[in-house]
């Protein structure tokens, strides 16, 4: 009645047979410093999907312009990097934001932006 859960990084079940005649549920657990270390795994591989960055509705921000290689629209000399100071009106998923400025409103990455 063994089971082997060392692919899962589990090992050590305590097992049921004879040699314990009144063994009840309790002495199935896991050893604590198994489940620990289980318990850890988890937790990191869980903080994935938290988000890098740290932005709250109503903040202020500067979003940087596209330059690329359009002539019309490159960068030019003394023109800053960044647009003016807009605000954060949404979280979104995917480290997305929806910001508005002069009552337009826009999504955009949240790699784009600076906190002012």
Known sequence: NEKDLTSLGTSEIVQNDDSIPNATEE???LQPSVL?????R??????VH???YD???????IVA???DNNIKTKKLKLSSFYTD???ITE??????VKIKDNNKEEIIMMSKIKKV
Do not use: C, P, T, W
């Open 85 to 87: 100071e807009v605000i």
């Open 91 to 96: 979280i979104l998923s995917n480290n997305r």
């Open 55 to 61: 932005f709250n509705v109503g903040d202020k921000v």
């Open 42 to 47: 988890m937790n990191k591989h869980a903080s």
């Open 65 to 67: 312009k596209n330059f």
């Open 27 to 29: 002495d199935f657990i």
């Open 50 to 52: 938290n988000s890098i």
């Open 36 to 40: 620990q270390g289980y318990l850890d």
